[in-house]
């Protein structure tokens, strides 16, 4: 009776060990998350308003099997995947390959209808010879609608992703939560 003791010891602290290191394998993947969010919003997002730096965010660790999680980084923001993958002409999917008619009039989700604005202005430098603009000495032109060929592919989410998956990075995050999750001082 007294060695079947030892052996359920054993199985008790194997089963702890066991819970440690998955527990510790989801941290650190929400730790990585955190830092390509950072990476992202604070280096690689294209900016003009700052609207889609702020608004990226990662989802909560999602098990894929004992030991193996993975966690889902993005943006809730409309433009956001043209932003990754491009759009129009540029896409990276050939599928979507294909120019946007832009109408002047924006759509108002309150009224369900489009704004009295009846033209596109746009400050057009090398424009083609003949077309009419409202004041010869500015490039300004204005259009009903227009053609948009769509924009390049920036890739900030797949750069930030592949800046922070090095695997000294990796390492260090590894090692940082594996110290916190048994409680070892560094």
Known sequence: MPENIGKVKLARGRAYVLRKLDEAAMV??????????????????????????????????????????????????????????????????????????????????NTKSLSPKRALKFEWKNAPPGLRKKNPQHPIYFFRSIMHPGVK????????????????????????????VFDIAA
């Open 28 to 109: 650190a993947v929400l730790n990585l998350g955190v830092q390509v969010v950072m990476t992202a919003s604070e280096q690689t997002a294209p900016v003009d308003t700052g609207r889609l730096a702020r608004s990226l965010t990662h989802s909560d660790p999602i098990r894929i099997r004992p030991f193996v999680w993975g966690i889902n980084v993005g943006s809730n923001v409309e433009y956001a995947y043209a932003q990754e993958y491009g759009s129009g002409l540029f896409a990276e999917d050939e599928t979507k390959r294909r120019k946007y008619k832009i109408i002047a009039g924006a759509f108002n989700p």
């Open 153 to 180: 592919p920036k890739k900030y989410l797949r750069t930030a992703i592949s800046m922070e998956r090095t695997p000294d990075k990796l390492r260090k995050i590894w090692f940082k939560t594996f110290n916190a």
